[in-house]
T-cell receptor, first 116, second 117 residues
Framework: GAVVSQHPSRVICKSGTSVKIECRSL??????MFWYRQFPKKSLMLMAT?????????EQGVEKDKFLINHASLTLSTLTVTSAHPEDSSFYIC????????????FGDGTRLSIL | AQTVTQSQPEMSVQEAETVTLSCTYD???????LFWYKQPPSRQMILVIR??????QNATENRFSVNFQKAAKSFSLKISDSQLGDAAMYFC??????????????FGTGTRLQVTL
């Protein structure tokens, strides 16, 4: 079964609203989680590394004030797209590494964000 | 910085045939991991196979195998006896050999594989 849960799976909202996406590790603690963005038929681009109890590390070119990341507990990271605009429409995926696991990272099922 | 290149945007293979997907990468590290991920239309990311750079033996997982050429920085995926369910986007990915868990994955641009009857 899934070890990383991402919610919601689909969001449609008006331009200017803020949208929060949750990423939970279900049966393990994750001090680190990753947030990716994927455009249609494109690769996954790492946006930021979420660190429990400290500030996220953003990749070059990613607006920190636009994409707020909070990792308040060992099982939950949230990505908030603030004042969303149509160009923020995309597929967002989170992942978390599980210590001692054969897989490098466990991925959530992603969130399709559509801004009207 | 590490980069991963997949030069084949699309590939097609007939059912039961064999296909090879190419991947090259650039790194200054001597030890690292390489992976192939499959992303079907459902958009789930599924790990297909992994290779540790310090291992000379090519990884194999059932119908999936890799040809890892460290000196050439090449990491191709061979799918044997292709099945309709193999149709998906395939991403090659690189990860540093950090002892911690905070090591990020760098993905290639992907290859869309079609499987025909």
């Amino acid at each position: 079964g899934a070890v990383v849960s991402q919610h919601p799976s689909r969001v449609i909202c008006k331009s200017g609203t803020s949208v929060k996406i949750e990423c939970r590790s279900l049966d393990f603690q994750a001090t680190t989680m990753f947030w990716y963005r994927q455009f249609p038929k494109k690769s996954l681009m790492l946006m930021a590394t979420s660190n429990e109890g400290s500030k996220a590390t953003y990749e070059q070119g990613v607006e920190k004030d636009k994409f707020l990341i909070n990792h308040a507990s060992l099982t939950l990271s949230t990505l908030t797209v603030t004042s969303a605009h149509p160009e923020d429409s995309s597929f967002y995926i989170c992942s978390a590494p599980k210590v001692g696991d054969n897989q490098p990272q466990h991925f959530g099922d992603g969130t399709r964000l559509s801004i009207l | 910085a590490q980069t991963v290149t997949q030069s084949q945007p699309e590939m097609s293979v007939q059912e039961a045939e064999t296909v090879t997907l190419s991947c090259t990468y650039d790194t200054s590290e001597s030890d690292y991991y390489l992976f192939w991920y499959k992303q079907p239309p459902s958009r789930q990311m599924i790990l297909v196979i992994r290779q540790e750079a310090y291992k000379q033996q090519n990884a194999t997982e059932n119908r999936f195998s890799v040809n890892f050429q460290k000196a050439a920085k090449s990491f191709s995926l061979k799918i044997s006896d292709s099945q309709l369910g193999d149709a998906a986007m395939y991403f090659c990915a690189y990860r540093r050999l950090d002892t911690g868990t905070a090591s990020k994955l760098t993905f290639g641009t992907g290859t869309r594989l079609q499987v025909t009857l």
